[in-house]
């Protein structure tokens, strides 16, 4: 079972960047689909950025960080990043690495196993 573990979380000031890192624990075989998912008290789940590395890397964002973030993967090491640039305060949530059944439609319904999440604040 692929059992992700998230790093790279901290404390920035607005404008600035982090970079997350998603590695497995366990088994590592690659995955249909990867994906980030944010959330924070008081707020819905928000699905953040997905990657499917078994169909050429296609990636996938939601409005509110597209053009900001970027997901990748690198296969030989088969983690997965979250470059976060342009950081504002209402990114500020704990940010979960998951497992994902399918990166098409709304894939956030279709979790499978996510880590402890890394928690990111932002302040202005």
């Known amino acids: 079972q692929w059992q992700p573990v998230e790093s790279g979380g901290g404390s920035v000031q607005d404008g600035g960047s982090l970079t997350l890192s998603c590695a497995p624990s366990?088994?590592?075989?690659?995955?249909?689909?990867m994906g980030w998912f944010r959330q924070s008290p008081g707020k819905e789940r928000e699905g953040v950025a997905a990657i499917s590395p078994i169909y050429g890397g296609r990636t996938y964002y939601s409005d509110s960080v597209k053009g900001r973030f970027a997901i990748s993967h690198d296969s030989a090491k088969n983690r997965f990043y979250l470059q976060m640039n342009s950081l504002k305060p209402e990114d500020s949530a704990t940010y979960y690495c998951?497992?994902?059944?399918?990166?098409?439609?709304?894939?956030?319904?279709?979790?499978?196993?996510w880590g402890r999440g890394t928690l990111v604040t932002v302040s202005s």
């Open positions: 998951a497992t994902v059944r399918t990166c098409a439609g709304d894939w956030l319904r279709y979790l499978e196993n």
């Open positions: 366990g088994s590592a075989y690659t995955q249909n689909c």
